[in-house]
Structures are given as C-alpha cells and as structure tokens.
C-alpha cells in the first residue's frame, strides 16, 4: 500500500505514507518553528514594554522622529504581499501554475519594495546620528542614555524583522523556480503552504512593530 503510494506520488518522501501525513508534519513542524519565534520577538516586546514605561517621554519624543509615513506605506506594502502570498496559495491549489508563478514574483517584488523603503529610512537615522554608537545623539532631551535606548530597540528589532524579510525572499525565490519547474501542483503544493506561513507571519510582526514604535505616544510635529 504505501509503496503504491509512493509511486502515484513522487513528492511524497519515503518516512511518509500518505501525502496528507507529510502535509500535517511538515505544518507542524512550521508552526513549532513560529511559535519559537514568537517566543523570542515576545522577549523584545517585552523589553521595549518595561523600558518605555521606565521612560514614557523620551520614548515618545524619539518615536516621533521616526518617518509615521514611511512605516505606513512599508505597512500597505506588506499586506498586499500577504494578499498575493494568498493568492499564490490558492492558485497552487487550483493548479493554476502560470498564476501561482506570477504572484509568487509580485510578493517577492513587494519583499524587495519593503527593504529597500527600510534601507532608506535607516540611511536617513545614520544621517541624523541617532544610530546607537559613539557619534549618538538625540536633540531635544537632557538624558542621551533612554533615547539611545529606544533606537537600539529599534534597530534590533526592525534589523531581524528585515532579516526575516530577506530569509522570506530566499523562500520565495526557490519556490518561484520550482514553480517555473512544474513541480507543484493541485495534489502537492505543500512547500507552497509553507511557505505562505512563514511569510504572513513576517507580516504580523510588522503589524505590531509599526504601532509599537511609530504610533504609541507620538508627539506629532
């Protein structure tokens, strides 16, 4: 029984039975990888809750030199590459390929368009030295330590958020070429599934990054 299986299906690996127990292990298996990472950005969460409590007005005065338009148009750009993941994920289950192939391009376009706004926005702090450092400084408030603070919390977890991003475009880029191969279809596009995971939840961590440091307490100019 399960050599025939095997043979009907070539995707299907040896430990495996049937096709529906290698999709339920290897969705398993993404959702204990993202529940380690919500573990560890909810360690940074954390952090920033405490410190800006600690704070409340330095962290509002330097979340309000942060670009709030920049954040929300990086924010539009990530929800409609959330909107084509889907759109790939369901295309992948209709066995449409040419469609699957042309979303899975226009998420990694949007990948790319989210970098390379956040390239520019981290440019223009190195210009304003408000880069955690020797050459730091914030205009406006007596104590330099809370407000290089803030900003280390925001390059670290903006910088592994962009990191995520650009692991997310790899994935993205290899199941673009598989898909270009033909290797999915209506009866395997698990990878496709995967894959699809791993992306909105990048996303929703956008989600809450953006708020946290762009919207909470702002002072607006």
Known sequence: MADHAHAASPALQVQFDTAEQQKDASTFGMWVFLIT???????????????????PDIFALASS???VYIG????????????????????AQLGQKKALAINIVLTLLLGFVFL???????????????????????EGVAMQGPAQLFFSLYFAMTGLH????????????????????GRYSADYMTPVDIGG?????????????????????????
């Not at 702090?125 to 880069?131: L, M, P, T």
């Not at 791993?198 to 996303?203: A, G, T």
């Open 37 to 55: 990472e919500v573990m560890f950005f909810g360690g940074m969460f954390l952090a920033y809750i405490v410190y800006r409590a600690a704070y």
């Open 197 to 221: 995971l791993y992306w909105h939840f990048v996303d929703i961590i956008w989600i809450f990054l953006f708020p946290l440091f762009y919207l909470i307490d702002r002072h607006l100019k």
């Open 116 to 138: 390379g706004v956040k390239a520019f926005e981290w440019r223009e702090k190195f210009i304003e030295h408000h880069v955690p450092g020797p050459s730091f400084h914030f």
């Open 72 to 91: 929300a148009a990086n924010t539009a750009v990530l929800l409609c590459s959330s909107f084509t993941m889907v759109l790939g994920v369901r295309a």
């Open 162 to 181: 962009a990191l995520h991003m650009v692991i997310g475009a790899g994935i993205m880029t290899w199941l673009l070429i598989n898909a270009i191969r």
């Open 65 to 67: 030199s942060l670009n």
